[in-house]
Every structure is written in C-alpha cells, then in structure tokens.
C-alpha cells in the first residue's frame, strides 16, 4: 500500500523541472512521472526511478550500483539501504 506524500511538480519553459516530494527536490532522480487523476478519488503520482534491474548475477563479487541521485530519490521515499551493503558511489565503483 502507497503511503500518502506531499508532492509538488513544477515544470516552466526552458528552465528545470522540480519535484519537491514532502519539501525535498528529488528530481535528479527522477526519470519520468505519471499522473493519474480519477473523479472522487486520490490523485495517483508514479515515479519512475532509474535503478539497475539485475535478473541474474554470475559474479558473488559483483557490485549494485545506485545514482547518488537515485539513492536520494529513494531514500525521500523511504528506503534505507542495507547496512551490509552501503550503495557503491561513483567514486568508489571498482
């Protein structure tokens, strides 16, 4: 079940798109949005997050990286990654 958020979307001609989700701007890490509003009901938001979707690894070693942008993006959401795992930054990617 979604949790219910504050979120504003502004977008202007020429200048970038802001997506303020409960006060903060996560819209680096946003790759798309959609919006759907039905009469009597709440209005839906989707974000599309970019994240690596990896079916199968065959590596034990292999590394998950997550956009610092895309870290944030899910971290506004809720999200806490593993403290096992810290996210991989670019810097540190191997």
């Keep these: 079940m979604a949790h219910s958020r ?3 979307i502004t977008s202007k001609p020429n200048a970038f798109t802001q997506v303020l989700l409960d006060g903060r701007n996560i819209a680096s890490g946003v790759d798309a949005i959609t919006v759907t ?3 009597g009901q ?3 938001v989707e974000l599309n997050i970019p ?3 990896i079916t199968e690894i065959q590596h034990a070693g292999a590394r ?3 956009s610092p942008a895309s870290r944030a993006a899910l971290e506004a ?7 096992e795992h810290p996210a991989a ?3 540190n990617r191997q």
């Design 64 to 66: 998950v990286y997550v």
């Design 42 to 44: 709440s209005i839906n």
């Design 6 to 8: 504050s979120i504003s």
């Design 89 to 91: 930054s670019k810097d």
């Design 37 to 39: 509003m039905r009469v």
């Design 77 to 83: 959401l809720g999200w806490t990654p593993p403290a």
């Design 51 to 53: 994240v690596i979707d």
